[in-house]
C-alpha cells in the first residue's frame, strides 16, 4: 500500500497499478449471500426502510433557515405518523435509519416505532457527510450516535446507513470495531453479499441500496436552483413496482429506500400503501426489518 502515496498533483492516469488497486480493493463486495430461499420458503424478501432525516437535512449544511427547518419538522410532525398508520395496517415490519440529532430532537417517536416492533439503525449524528470528516470525527461521531440510539430507544442498533451513502475509506473499519452486524449504504449488486475489506472478508452484511429505489431522487426540491420534482407519483409507483418485480423474478432482495419528509406528503404517501398493497397480492413474500435479513442471509451461508 506504501506505492499508492502519491502526490497530489499526478493525475488518476498517471498512477501506478499499485495506487489504483488499493483504491479499489479497500472495500469490495465479496461472496453473494442471497439463500436460495427466504425465511418459511417465501420467494422475496421485502425490506421496507425510512431514512428519518427531518430538521438534519438543513443542520448538516449549518444553515439556520426556520422554512427549511420546517421542512424537515414536516417529517417528524406529519409524515411519521402516516406511514406508522400504513405498517400497522398492513403488518409490516420495518427499519428506520435515524440521526442522532433527530433522536434527541423526537425521542418519543423512536420510542414508539421501536414499541410497534420496528428497527432503528445508525445514520450519522447530524447527517454529515462521512468523506469530508477526519477519521477521528468520523469514529467518534459513528460511536456517539450508536450510543445515543440504544439511550432513547434501550435497544442497541446492530446496522448503519451512511448519510446520503457517503462511505469513507474509513467507515468499514469502524463499524467493524463496532462489531456492527451490516451496512446498508453501498451499490455493488442487487442481492445481499460480505463486504471484503483489502481482500479479506469481514463478516458484515451489505444490504444493498439504489437511488432508483429511492424517493428522494425523483422528488426533491430547491427553489434557488434548477432542481423540481418533475416526476409524478404515479410514475415513480410504476418504478418502485417494476423493481419489485425483478426481485420477485430472481427470488431476491427488494429494498426500498423512503424518507418521510419526502414521502409523507398527501399526493405520495399513496405510492407507499400502494406498493405494499400491490406486494401483498403475490404469494411468498417476508416483509421483514433490515438487521432480520441481514441475520437470515449469515445464518444460511
Not at 58 to 64: A, D, H, I, P, S
Not at 219 to 248: C, H, I, Q, W
Request: net charge negative.
Amino acid at each position: 500500500m506504501q506505492a499508492a502515496q502519491s502526490t497530489p498533483d499526478v493525475e488518476p492516469w498517471q498512477w501506478e497499478e499499485a495506487r489504483w488497486r488499493g483504491i479499489v480493493d479497500k472495500v469490495r463486495a465479496g461472496r453473494s449471500l442471497k439463500p436460495q430461499s427466504w425465511k418459511g420458503g417465501a420467494r422475496v424478501a421485502v425490506a421496507l426502510s425510512f431514512d428519518s432525516d427531518h430538521e438534519t437535512s438543513t443542520l448538516r449544511w449549518g444553515e439556520n433557515s426556520p422554512g427549511k427547518l420546517s421542512q424537515g419538522h414536516y417529517g417528524a410532525r406529519v409524515a411519521i405518523p402516516r406511514i406508522r398508520g400504513i405498517l400497522e395496517r398492513h403488518g409490516v415490519q420495518a427499519t428506520f435509519f435515524v440521526p442522532a440529532v433527530v433522536a434527541m430532537l423526537h425521542p418519543d417517536e423512536q420510542r414508539a416505532l421501536v414499541d410497534a416492533g420496528h428497527e432503528i439503525g445508525i445514520h450519522s449524528w447530524i447527517h454529515e457527510l462521512n468523506s469530508k470528516l477526519p477519521p477521528a470525527d468520523e469514529r467518534d461521531l459513528q460511536m456517539r450516535a450508536a450510543d445515543v440510539l440504544e439511550r432513547i430507544t434501550g435497544t442497541r442498533p446492530v446496522g448503519i446507513r451512511t448519510a446520503s451513502w457517503d462511505f469513507s475509506q474509513h467507515t468499514l473499519a469502524i463499524t467493524r470495531e463496532m462489531g456492527l452486524l451490516y451496512d446498508s449504504s453501498l451499490m455493488a449488486d442487487d442481492e445481499p453479499y460480505e463486504l471484503l475489506e483489502e481482500g479479506k472478508p469481514t463478516g458484515v452484511v451489505e444490504l444493498p441500496v439504489e437511488w432508483i429505489r429511492d424517493d428522494a431522487v425523483y422528488f426533491n426540491m430547491d427553489r434557488f436552483s434548477a432542481l423540481r420534482p418533475y416526476t409524478p407519483p404515479s410514475s415513480v409507483l410504476e418504478v418502485f413496482k417494476a423493481e419489485f418485480d425483478g426481485a420477485y423474478a430472481e427470488g431476491g432482495l427488494f429494498l426500498l429506500t423512503l424518507h418521510p419528509h419526502v414521502i409523507g406528503h398527501r399526493s405520495r404517501i399513496a405510492i407507499l400503501e400502494e406498493l405494499i398493497r400491490y406486494i401483498r397480492d403475490h404469494a411468498g413474500v417476508w416483509f421483514a426489518s433490515h438487521a432480520e435479513v441481514a441475520r437470515y442471509c449469515l445464518d444460511g451461508a
